[in-house]
């Protein structure tokens, strides 16, 4: 519900609206003489309200309680836009800025304009030299017309001669023609007429052409007629040919039938003869049989007491047993009670104080040794234990050394590796051999001895056929910063070394080392570079090799020590 008070001179006017859910909003007025509110129309309220000069719509005429207080908030700019809106100033406004922004676009069109007039001026000003060439070109084209003129008249005489020369010609040229048309025409003539003679001729040349389809067509149906009689002859004398196999086919199977009934007979007479034996030989088995049922009765009535005999000797026998093992267990617990007392006889012998002078404290006493004792026992288990335990740890160990020593697989380095495949990618494996350690086969006490003479890099190294495999080899090693050598066969004889036994002195290294399908060149190459190095089993062994025997070469221990004379060196 809202109520409006409205104060016309001395006249006060009270004016309601109510609003209700689910019906149509409706008035009441009070006027000053009214003691209540009475409900009146729409009508009579626009009435009042127009008579008062009040427009409606401005929102000046009418202001509600709750927004006195938002109007007073508003900010200035919001205020003043409220106010225009309503004096009545905002259309105005909007007319006003309106008409601003058409003169900013006049301003704009004016500028863009004046623009254009310089552009235009600036082009006129570039088209006047050209205007003016034109000018004078149209003089030039004056003059020349007039010249043109002065020459035609000039040369009149000579145009009309050439004139008159090409009217003569041009007679002559139709008396030509003329000639032409009339011989043309004659031909025409002609032509018609053997035109005539060569559609006659057609004409029989159709009719003969329907002569010679008819008989062609005729000729065709007597070949056909021709083809089908011969089929039909190839075709009866397949069928006598095929009657006539049939025919050769069933005497000969009446010849096999014929065969195989003979063959039958003979059989059948055969059958008949064994027929007669194989009756005999059953009667004679049948009375065998009879023979053999009464044996067989009389033999398991005989198994039977056998059987009744046979068990009881096996209960017999059982008992015997028992006996036996009874007899043994007593035998043996009298053993027994003779030895406990051999025993207690022998204590009582060793440990004769104590039947002399027994104490009160002898069985703390063994009670205390019984304690040692067990206690250096449980000592004594527990360290056979602990040497039971360490020795199978080692056993282990061992095992799996002598596994691996077993299976052992030469590793080389990445490099080495790299460098041989590419060997192989070059195909250079006929031209190149090693790495030098892939041919070498030697015991494993050896190896510290093989791996301080030769060493790490020589063990890696190649050996190749010719100087150009070899500069190419050993820019690859460069490139693959390999750790190895490069070596080139020789003429070389080898010769073995002659035999030196002394204490401690394996044997000569060169001899030790088996190379793998005894390579010449990788001989070679170990020759040349352990030459008589001997291998001793210890470095006293070695020294005492220089100080007896006063020897030259180098020789090598098997923890791998090296020792070198003075003159080897």
């Not at 409220?82 to 309106?98: A, D, P, Q």
């Not at 004594?380 to 080692?394: G, P, T, W």
């Not at 040349?528 to 007896?548: F, I, P, T």
């Amino acid at each position: 519900m809202v109520e409006i008070e409205i104060q016309n001179q001395q006249e006060l006017i009270k004016l309601r609206r109510y609003v209700i859910r689910g019906h149509s909003p409706y008035f009441e007025m009070k006027k000053s003489g009214d003691s209540k509110f009475k409900r009146v129309q729409v009508n009579t309220v626009q009435r009042i309200v127009k008579s008062l000069k009040i427009n409606p719509d401005n929102h000046f005429a009418f202001v509600s309680q709750g927004k006195i207080d938002s109007i007073k908030n508003l900010k200035p700019y919001d205020l003043s836009s409220f106010l225009e809106e309503g004096i009545g100033l905002k259309g105005l406004r909007e007319e006003i800025l309106g008409e601003k922004n058409s003169i900013s676009n006049l301003n704009q069109e004016f500028q863009s304009l004046s623009a254009k007039e310089n552009t235009l001026k600036l082009n006129l000003e570039l088209l006047t030299p050209k205007l003016k060439k034109l000018e004078e070109k149209k003089i030039i084209m004056a003059k020349r017309k007039k010249v043109n003129d002065e020459l035609l008249w000039a040369n009149k005489e000579k145009i009309k001669k050439e004139i008159d020369e090409f009217v003569i010609q041009c007679h002559e040229a139709e008396n030509s023609i003329n000639s032409l048309n009339l011989e043309l025409a004659r031909f025409d003539e002609l032509l018609a007429i053997k035109q005539d003679k060569i559609n006659e001729i057609e004409k029989e040349v159709n009719k003969l052409s329907k002569k010679f389809g008819q008989l062609e067509y005729r000729k065709e149906e007597l070949i056909n007629k021709i083809q089908e009689w011969q089929q039909e002859k190839i075709k009866a004398k397949q069928e006598l040919d095929d009657m006539a196999k049939v025919l050769t086919q069933e005497k000969t199977e009446l010849k096999q039938l014929q065969k195989k009934k003979q063959n039958i007979e003979k059989e059948n007479q055969v059958l008949s003869t064994e027929l007669a034996k194989f009756t005999e030989e059953i009667n004679n088995l049948i009375k065998e049989q009879k023979d053999l049922t009464v044996k067989i009765n009389q033999n398991s009535q005989f198994l039977e007491h056998y059987n009744k005999l046979v068990r009881k000797k096996e209960n017999y026998e059982r008992d015997i047993e028992e006996n036996i093992v009874k007899k043994k267990e007593i035998s043996l617990d009298i053993e027994e009670i003779f030895q406990s007392l051999q025993d207690i006889d022998h204590k009582l012998k060793k440990n004769e104080w104590f039947l002399e002078n027994p104490s009160h404290d002898l069985v703390k006493q063994l009670d205390l040794e019984i304690k040692k004792l067990s206690r250096k026992m449980f000592e004594l288990e527990s360290k056979s234990e602990r040497i039971r335990y360490n020795q199978a740890r080692n056993l282990e160990e061992f095992k799996s050394l002598q596994r691996s020593i077993q299976q052992r697989r030469i590793l080389l380095p990445s490099n080495i590796i790299l460098l041989k495949e590419e060997i192989i990618k070059r195909g250079l494996e006929h031209k190149v051999k090693g790495p030098l350690i892939e041919y070498l086969k030697y015991e494993d006490n050896l190896s510290y001895a093989i791996e301080s003479v030769l060493g790490e890099r020589l063990l890696y190294s190649f050996v190749v056929n010719d100087w150009d495999t070899l500069s190419l080899l050993n820019r690859l090693k460069n490139k693959f910063n390999a750790y190895c050598n490069i070596y080139i066969t020789k003429n070389l004889t080898i010769s073995s070394y002659p035999p030196f036994s002394a204490e401690g002195v394996i044997g000569y290294l060169v001899d030790l080392i088996t190379i793998l399908n005894d390579d010449i060149d990788i001989k070679k190459v170990v020759y040349s570079k352990v030459r008589n190095c001997l291998v001793v089993d210890s470095y006293h062994a070695g020294q005492e090799l220089y100080k007896k025997y006063n020897f030259k070469g180098k020789s090598v221990t098997l923890k791998g020590e090296q020792i070198v004379s003075y003159k080897y060196a």
